[in-house]
């Protein structure tokens, strides 16, 4: 299986990224856009494993309480085949010490990890080439700041189904001590 651990998002958050998605599309020549079902934010890749009951553990051990989350802002990551464009997730001690937490608890498991630092974003579209004259500075201050609480961390599988990618949760962790 292929799994990463993410935070999903109510329906208010991802009607609000949806509708940021449908006019960053009147802005582009192309591009590959998150579907609706998989917009979530990811805390830590896993990749191919059969481990699925280790990664639970590792969850499992996560004791930060729920927390809010800002999200809001464009930014982007550069690619050859086309830009990467995303909404910026503010800074949040909170949400560094569950990916904190959920890394060590996953290193002690031997579980091979990505070494680059945590930068959380929520991908809005991949491979999306911009109009020659799209504005970016003044789109991002077009999307709205949105928030919501974060109760819990989601174990997601990622498979391909009909030729199309889906993101399924297969386990969800509770945020608190003794929860």
Known sequence: MRLFIAICFNDPIKNKLCST??????????GNFTRRDNLHLTLV????????????????????????LLIGGLGKFH???????????????????????LYKALKIRG????????????????EVLPEPD??????????????MEISHISLMKSERISGKLVYTEIYSKKLGSGE
């Open 45 to 68: 890749f896993i990749g191919e494993t059969t481990k699925d009951s280790e990664i639970k553990n590792a969850m499992d051990t996560v004791t930060e309480d729920k927390f809010q």
């Open 134 to 147: 799209f504005d970016e500075a003044a789109f991002s201050g077009t999307i709205s700041e949105m928030e």
């Open 79 to 101: 690619r050859d085949s086309g830009e990467i464009y995303w909404v910026s997730v503010e800074k949040n001690r909170a949400l560094s010490t569950v990916y904190e937490q």
């Open 21 to 30: 998605i449908e006019e960053l599309k009147k802005h582009v020549k192309r």
């Open 111 to 126: 579980f091979s990890l990505e070494s680059r630092p945590f930068r959380p974003h929520l991908t809005l579209g991949r």
